[in-house]
């Protein structure tokens, strides 16, 4: 394997998070080097995507460092925050596409807001970008018109149009048939190599994870129970990591008693 | 006990209020410092304004002829139809323009407005936007209110203009009333003080109207007392037309007595 630079795009600290009384995420400390794919992977409602947004100050932390392309999240103001995400790209799950543009409007968006470019030039960049999700032809169509995968790879085609060093993915997979899910996972894998970006990806599929990921994060309830790369989360003997692997229901030997307090309980 | 509760619910009006406050200011902040976009705002006073002149201009011809018909039968009992123009036309640019505009816009703009902006909440757009370096006040909310402080004015002065059209078919051509004496009356009456207020109300207005909507589209994942999705939407903009509507005939009586 190549030797990577060792600089960290991403480092988060003794995270705690709560949403109301609800401690949502417990110590999370996690880091990313530049040029990794890490992939963030758990159960659903495990809290990958509260930790997203944590990371991108879409929330505002009360416990914990989040340090994002080496500056503290927490730390920024206003103006300074909105300059640093110009250099990230997220990948929302539904896409978060605008209803009211067309997909060309949309993926145009941030070259048009943050960039003096000519139209020309803008246009060229979002066509180069809707081949590359393999979307030609569609940048006159409106969200609505298109598919769930088509409007994710156009999230996706509108997250990297800006060329960001590190990029965020929630979900590219879920839900897709597994053809456009290898060829997301492809895309991911090309973007790292061809345009050298750093990318972190959040995923609850396995397939997906282990072909794609330099390092997995394993999350559990709000706490991460391993960070390694695909051999040592083979070898891992963590019971509840071996469910996860051999996709087994989590099982808990059944109480009939206790079950049916459960049930009946007030 | 119940006093307790009274001060979770004044505590929570307040918060509220501080939260729509804060919106406001960096809605306004954005208005002022540049780059500006030209076409955000365009568009916008194409959907408050140009879209709505059809339905300003219906409500303010039955309204003004309304008006000349209640008072005619009125003013006939006291032998005064001289005063017929005066009637009309300061009830309309001190009252009825302004108000009657203001809650056409409510339910035309005001509510599609509430339910785009939530629906662009709970999709993850305007975190989207966020995360691509654009401040969401400044490219969804400050082009909404400026261009509801430009064009509400203009759309009530359309409503008077129309109104007192009205009022002229119905007391000069249906009713005899002479023509010379309904708009002589109506000059020698209806002040600049008048128009002043008629203008300042609906400045006032345009900037309530939206500012509700907007807000409670902006943050309807902050009320944590409901459900969120399609149901949160259509929750918040019935709320958003409520509250807009109570806060225009509530600062209405406001203004009015602050003016007189
Ligand atoms: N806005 C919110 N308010 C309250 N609780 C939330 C909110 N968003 C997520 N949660 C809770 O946080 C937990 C983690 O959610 P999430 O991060 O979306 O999980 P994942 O993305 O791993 O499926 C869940 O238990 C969910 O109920
Ligand atoms: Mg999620």
């Known amino acids: 394997m190549v030797k990577r630079n ?31 794919i890490m992939v963030i992977m758990g159960h659903s409602g495990s809290g990958k995507s509260t930790l997203l947004r944590y990371i991108l100050g879409l929330e505002k932390i009360k416990e914990g460092i989040i340090k994002l392309l080496n500056k503290e999240v927490a730390k920024l103001s206003k103006d300074e925050l909105y300059k640093l995400r110009k250099r990230i790209g997220v990948a929302f799950q539904s896409g978060a596409l ?10 145009e968006l941030p070259l048009h807001e943050n960039t003096d470019l000519d139209e020309n030039t803008i246009k060229i960049m979002s066509r180069i970008k809707l081949e590359l999700m393999q979307l030609s032809g569609t940048e006159s169509l409106m969200p609505a018109e298109l598919s769930g995968g088509m409007l994710k790879r156009a999230g996706l085609a509108r997250a990297v149009i800006m060329d960001p060093e590190l990029l965020f993915f ?3 997979s879920a839900g897709l048939d597994p053809i456009t899910s290898a060829h997301l996972d492809n895309l991911i894998l090309q973007l790292r190599d061809t345009l050298n970006m750093s990318i972190i990806v959040v995923t609850h599929e396995l397939e997906s994870a282990f072909k794609i990921a330099d390092r997995i994060t394993i999350l559990d309830k709000g706490e991460i129970i391993l960070v390694g790369s695909k051999e040592v989360i083979k070898k891992s003997n963590d019971s509840r990591i071996i469910n996860m692997l051999e996709r087994r229901a989590i099982s808990n030997p059944l109480d009939a008693k206790d079950y049916l307090n459960r ?4 | 006990m119940r006093l307790q509760l009274k001060k979770i619910m004044l505590s929570n009006i307040l918060i509220r209020l501080g939260i ?3 919106f406001l200011y960096e809605a306004i902040r954005s208005l002022l410092i540049p780059p500006y976009s030209i076409n955000l705002l365009l568009k916008q006073i194409l959907f408050v304004g140009a879209r709505s002149v059809l339905v300003i201009v219906v409500a303010g011809l039955f309204v003004g002829m309304v008006i000349a018909l209640q008072f005619y039968d009125t003013l006939v009992r006291f032998g005064s139809i001289s005063l017929l123009g005066s009637a009309v036309g300061l009830s309309l ?3 009825l323009g302004p ?3 203001a809650l056409m816009v409510i339910g035309r703009t005001g509510s599609a407005m509430c339910a785009e902006i939530g629906i662009m909440r709970i999709d993850n757009q305007i975190d989207a936007l966020e995360c691509m370096g654009i401040d969401p006040h400044r490219y ?19 409503f008077i203009v129309v109104g007192i059209f009205g009022g002229y078919f119905v007391g000069v051509i249906l009713f005899d009333v002479s023509a010379g004496s309904f708009f002589q009356n109506m000059n020698d009456a209806v002040l600049n003080r008048d128009l002043c207020m008629g203008l300042t109300k609906s400045i006032v207005f345009g900037l309530l109207i939206v500012w509700i909507s907007c807000e409670r589209g902006f943050n309807l994942h902050l009320d944590k007392s409901g459900a969120y999705g399609s149901e949160g939407v259509s929750r918040i903009t019935t709320e958003a037309v409520v509250i807009s509507s109570i806060t225009i005939l509530f600062s209405d009586y406001l203004l009015s007595a602050l003016i007189l």
């Open chain 2, 140 to 158: 969804l909310i400050s082009p909404r209110i400026l261009a509801g402080i430009l064009c509400v004015p203009i759309l009530t002065a359309i």
């Open chain 2, 99 to 101: 108000v009657l505009t």
């Open chain 1, 263 to 266: 049930l009946t309980k007030k």
């Open chain 1, 6 to 36: 060792t600089e960290n795009v991403l480092e988060v600290s003794e995270l705690n998070t709560w949403y109301g009384d609800r401690k949502i995420l417990s110590d999370i400390n996690l880091s990313v080097s530049r040029n990794e």
């Open chain 2, 20 to 22: 729509a406050g804060i």
């Open chain 1, 98 to 107: 605008f209803n009211s543009m067309t997909v060309g409007e949309n993926i």
């Open chain 2, 93 to 95: 640019t001190r009252e």
């Open chain 1, 170 to 172: 929630d979900e590219p």
